[in-house]
């Protein structure tokens, strides 16, 4: 009888088993950690979670027009150079690096009188190649990178995961065609690069 007993005893501890994983997966959270502490789990459940790193090197960093001429376009003398470098990226993430100037309205200023972001523009060459001439009057990356209206994106560029580096110029001119006269002074303001994985 003792046998028997045993037999029948299998199954319906395996349903018990299975009923408690089936209340365990189902039930809300709040239930959930009560069940854990009424059966005396032996074990824990551990998670981590590996963040990507990003790294953004930027040389040249000084940079300025002796004079700006009224009416034209006014070049910076040398370029910045971006280095970036990424580990851990999630497979088909997405980098974004941004080059922005907080206040659009007033990117460049003297103190009484200022220069708009939209009359600075930026050219981003890698690989030889160079993009055109773009107005600081984009929106940033996504998660508020860079304000509406006072950014340009340099890269958006589909990471395959893992570890990898790339490196950039960007250079820099204001254009002041169409714009009235400035008033006399030192007009300085300052550039923000941001990189962020999405």
């Known amino acids: 009888m003792s046998e028997r007993i045993r037999r029948s005893s299998a199954p319906f501890a395996a349903t018990i ?20 502490s009424v059966l005396g789990a032996q074990g824990a459940v551990v998670a981590a979670a590996a963040v990507p790193s990003i790294t953004l090197n930027v040389t040249g960093g000084a940079q300025h027009v002796s004079s700006l001429q009224d009416g034209e376009i006014n070049d910076f003398p040398l370029p910045l150079t971006i280095s970036t470098g990424w580990d851990g990226a999630p497979l088909l993430s997405t980098l974004c690096i941004v080059s922005y100037f907080q206040n659009p309205a007033s990117a460049l200023s003297n103190g009484t009188a200022s220069i708009p972001s939209s009359r600075i523009q930026g050219r ?11 107005a600081y009057t984009q929106s940033g990356c996504a998660g508020g990178s860079g304000p509406n209206g006072g950014s340009f ?32 002074g ?10 962020v994985i999405q």
């Open 124 to 134: 981003l060459t890698t690989n030889g190649s160079a993009s055109a001439w773009t």
């Open 153 to 184: 994106k340099l890269t958006s560029l589909l990471l395959l995961g893992g570890t990898d580096t790339g490196t950039g110029t960007l250079e820099l001119r204001i254009d002041l065609r169409g714009q009235p006269d400035l008033a006399p």
């Open 17 to 36: 088993v299975a009923l408690l994983v089936a209340l365990l997966v189902a039930a809300p959270p709040s239930m959930l950690h009560a069940q854990v």
């Open 186 to 195: 030192l007009y300085a303001g300052t550039l923000n690069l941001r990189a």
